[in-house]
């Protein structure tokens, strides 16, 4: 029931507020706490201007919870959005969220080299998708496991949060969670 309730909420000018102040912190019970929200060693990276690779999955903070997609390259990334939308955006509008705290996109790279990385065939299957239609959930047909599936060709997956997107992509690039860094885009400046 509490799922069926999610997916009738509108988003208006009087309930903007309690949205921020009351879903946001729900989504944050939800989600494992994900490296960007404490100051560490592996976050010095603020001004990180490289571009993503093609074909990495990519997020960005909403509040308290995050969104993610699929880099396809020049300045475009593949979302499921809010109303269920596999769509192409702009960076602009991919961070343009309603719930969004800022403008940086989180984006994976090795940590001993810093160098960005992706799969360009995660961005050849999330082109695939495009203008579909999923039945979106918060909790269980989000960004999430659409971008899960983008890597694993199964769109019906149970990836809805971002620490499992991370692990999977983890698992996708041969790669240990501990050998990437998720450090901040500041795609803005360039």
């Given at each position: 029931?509490?799922?069926?309730?999610?997916?009738?909420?509108?988003?208006?000018?009087?309930?903007?507020?309690?949205?921020?102040?009351?879903?946001?912190?729900?989504?944050?019970?939800?989600?494992?706490?994900?490296?960007?929200?404490h100051s560490s060693i592996l976050n010095k990276s603020y001004n990180f201007m490289q571009e993503p690779a093609i074909g990495a999955v990519i997020y960005c903070q909403l509040g308290t919870a995050e969104h993610s997609g699929v880099y396809i390259g020049n300045g475009s990334v593949?979302?499921?959005?809010?109303?269920?939308?596999?769509?192409?955006?702009?960076?602009?509008?991919?961070?343009?969220?309603?719930?969004?705290?800022?403008?940086?996109?989180?984006?994976?790279?090795?940590?001993?080299?810093?160098?960005?990385?992706?799969?360009?065939?995660?961005?050849?299957?999330?082109?695939?998708?495009?203008?579909?239609?999923?039945?979106?959930?918060?909790?269980?047909?989000?960004?999430?496991?659409?971008?899960?599936?983008?890597?694993?060709?199964?769109?019906?997956?149970?990836?809805?949060?971002?620490?499992?997107?991370?692990?999977?992509?983890?698992?996708?690039?041969?790669?240990?969670?501990?050998?990437?860094?998720?450090?901040?885009?500041?795609?803005?400046?360039?």
């Amino acid at each position: 029931m509490r799922n069926r309730l999610l997916n009738k909420i509108k988003i208006t000018p009087s309930n903007r507020k309690t949205l921020q102040n009351i879903v946001a912190p729900m989504l944050w019970g939800l989600e494992k706490t994900s490296i960007h929200r404490h100051s560490s060693i592996l976050n010095k990276s603020y001004n990180f201007m490289q571009e993503p690779a093609i074909g990495a999955v990519i997020y960005c903070q909403l509040g308290t919870a995050e969104h993610s997609g699929v880099y396809i390259g020049n300045g475009s990334v593949i979302e499921l959005d809010g109303r269920g939308h596999v769509k192409k955006v702009s960076l602009k509008e991919f961070t343009g969220n309603l719930f969004s705290t800022d403008k940086d996109i989180f984006i994976p790279v090795i940590k001993h080299a810093m160098l960005p990385i992706g799969d360009p065939d995660v961005a050849e299957e999330a082109i695939k998708n495009l203008s579909q239609r999923r039945q979106y959930n918060l909790l269980d047909d989000n960004c999430h496991q659409f971008v899960t599936g983008c890597m694993v060709g199964n769109l019906e997956n149970d990836c809805n949060f971002l620490f499992m997107v991370k692990e999977q992509f983890a698992n996708h690039m041969c790669l240990e969670e501990s050998d990437i860094v998720w450090v901040r885009w500041k795609w803005y400046l360039d």
